[in-house]
């Protein structure tokens, strides 16, 4: 049975808890190699650790004694505080409110564990921060590039919101190793928010996954290699009563990594698990890697960062209630990357804020001269038309002098009645 513990190990799917890490221990082999995880059992000959292959991989293995070089005991709070250290609100964008719950449970569980630690202020204001922004978040705002956003506003610019989201996801699966995951939701991103801000840092984070993947998959296939033939060695020196019960070890793990496999696949998923100890998961990793490298290489991100920069050109001229220049700009940015969607949406408001409220007067020209007839946008500029002129020859003089004429003739006609002798009474 030891044999069976030696050559097996499972592969967990669960995620490390701060339980978990609480009572890490740091094995140094013989060879150099270091090996971060949780003893779960140890004898005179062995230890048995549930390593971590990354954030959300455990792999269960089982160390000689006698390649042990030395084991360091991690300090329970200091296990607890590097599972929750990196919890850290991000200040271009809100999270997903099933993330706040997550943290926020986390930071709980290490200040009820540790209520006096060393980190305990630093986690107690890293958790007040947090609620604070579940709450704006509950009642439907939204922080995006770092302003927060009503719900109604940000319900105008839900694509590039759910863009970012889904970009700060792939981000954190990247940072937690687990390459599939991260490149399954950027395959996301281009399936729905190709058009958004973040795409073309998407496409450079995803590029650089692959690249760090690659000799990951390489080394990883050259251990299963190595392992099988020591397995076939087992085999044959194993006790009759042995036997079986290795077949059938190995028979169950290979089961389960086809399930996973199988399980992706039926989810749609462009990118299997990556499972370390699994040749299949491997194998089909290392057939996609070029051909996706190659495909990213040939995105123009460049000319779409050109066209975001242009959009922030932009927005400072909107600020600045220059919205000739803004639209200017706007087109330029289209014509970098036509398929935009932010140019998209400031073109579109900058439009509508240049229309005026009301139609300005329509001048209506003559058959005969082609001259527009006078209107009073026109008649505040007269008197400069008669610039120049005689006073009674001008309109305004003219008008006077005809008022005056008429005023005058009508007091003399007054004056004539007044003074016309009354008739004598008979």
Do not use: C
């Not at 592969?11 to 060879?31: K, N, Q, W, Y």
């Not at 949780?38 to 006698?66: C, F, G, H, M």
């Amino acid at each position: 049975m030891k044999q069976v513990s030696l050559i097996l190990s499972v592969v967990s799917l669960a995620l490390i808890t701060p339980a978990t890490l609480s009572r890490a221990e740091t094995v140094t082999l013989s060879t150099g190699e270091t090996v971060e995880g949780k003893i779960l059992s140890e004898t005179n000959e062995q230890i048995t650790i549930e390593a971590k292959v990354s954030a959300s991989i455990t792999d269960e293995r089982v160390i000689p004694k006698k390649d042990i070089l030395k084991i360091q005991k991690t300090d329970p709070e200091i296990g607890a505080f590097n599972a929750i250290k990196n919890i850290k609100l991000n200040p271009q964008s809100s999270l997903r409110i099933e993330t706040y719950a997550r943290d926020i449970a986390a930071l709980n569980n290490y200040l009820a564990s540790f209520p006096s630690g060393t980190h305990s202020t630093e986690a107690k204001a890293t958790l007040d921060s947090f609620k604070e922004e579940q709450e704006r978040v509950s009642k439907g705002e939204v922080k995006f590039l770092g302003k927060w956003l009503s719900s109604s506003d940000a319900e105008k610019r839900q694509i590039q919101i759910q863009g970012w989201q889904s970009y700060d996801l792939m981000r954190s699966q990247a940072v937690a190793q687990d390459f599939s995951g991260a490149l399954n939701t950027f395959d996301l991103i281009e399936k729905k928010y190709i058009t958004t801000r973040i795409y073309p840092d998407a496409v450079d984070l995803a590029r650089q996954i692959l690249q760090r993947m690659q000799p990951v998959v390489s080394e990883r296939l050259k251990v299963i290699a190595y392992n099988q033939d020591q397995f076939k060695i087992a085999l044959e020196r194993a006790k009759p009563e042995d036997l079986q019960q290795l077949k059938d070890g190995q028979q169950r793990e290979e089961n389960q990594f086809a399930a996973a496999i199988a399980a992706s696949k039926k989810s749609g998923l462009k990118w299997v698990p990556f499972m370390p100890r699994s040749q299949d998961s491997l194998t089909a990793l290392q057939a996609a890697i070029p051909g996706e490298l190659t495909r990213l290489v040939a995105i123009p991100t460049k000319k779409m960062r050109t066209s975001l920069s242009l959009d922030d050109e932009a927005l400072s001229a909107i600020s600045a209630r220059d919205m000739v220049k803004a639209s200017g700009i706007l087109e330029a940015a289209l014509k970098e990357w036509p398929q935009n969607e932010e140019a998209t949406y400031w073109k579109t408001l900058t439009a509508q804020s240049s229309k005026p409220s009301s139609p300005p007067p329509t001048a209506v020209a003559t058959a005969k001269n082609d001259k527009p007839a006078p209107d009073s946008s026109t008649a505040s500029s007269q008197s400069s038309d008669d610039d120049g002129k005689p006073f009674f020859m001008t309109v305004k003089g003219a008008l006077l002098i005809a008022v005056g004429v008429l005023v005058l003739l009508g007091g003399l006609t007054l004056l004539g009645k007044l003074q016309k002798p009354k008739p004598a009474a008979k």
